[in-house]
């Protein structure tokens, strides 16, 4: 099965600085293996128009619901998230990450959740900057995320 991000509103490349944020440049966003926080799938600039990224899954049937694992997947069972990470990247393509926003699985409608088991395909639709222009960061949930399921 695949969960499918697709992400718009990025906050562009260079975010300034304001109280309580120091400011920074040359800003990406990716998806963060689990266990390996430098390990970031689909890294896309913060001034890109749209980034969709896709996670090969394994759902499993458990008493509460589904249980969705993969490499990219973070945390136990059923307190299973994906995160987006934030990071600056320097000329030799190293990446310092500075935030993540933590997009949870367990706020997948189970309806949804069921379909998209069914179909193959898990969608999350969400814009990638918060109200203060910065990137978006913390628990992501909705209104924040949208789901739907879809046909693979």
């Known amino acids: 099965m695949l969960i499918r991000i697709e992400a718009s509103d990025l906050p562009g490349r260079v975010c300034g600085r304001e109280p309580g944020f120091p400011g920074y440049a040359n800003i ?3 998806v963060q293996r689990r266990q390996r926080r430098e390990e970031l799938l689909g890294l896309t600039p913060g001034d890109a ?6 996670l090969e899954v394994t759902p499993t049937r458990t008493e509460p619901g589904w249980d969705l694992r993969g490499p990219f997947v973070q945390g136990g069972p059923g307190g299973r ?3 987006l990470s934030w990071g600056t990247v320097d000329d030799a393509g190293a990446i310092a990450m500075f935030r993540r926003a933590k997009l949870h699985l367990d706020a997948v409608p189970a309806p949804v959740l069921e379909d998209a088991v069914a ?4 969608v999350a639709w969400l814009g990638l ?3 203060k222009g910065q990137p978006l960061c913390a628990a992501v949930r909705p209104p924040l995320v949208e789901w739907s399921a879809r046909s693979g």
């Not at 179909?119 to 898990?122: K, N, R």
């Open 28 to 30: 990406h966003v990716g």
């Open 49 to 54: 128009s749209s980034a969709v990224w896709e």
């Open 81 to 83: 998230f994906v995160y």
């Open 119 to 122: 179909g193959g395909v898990l």
């Open 129 to 131: 900057t918060d109200a």
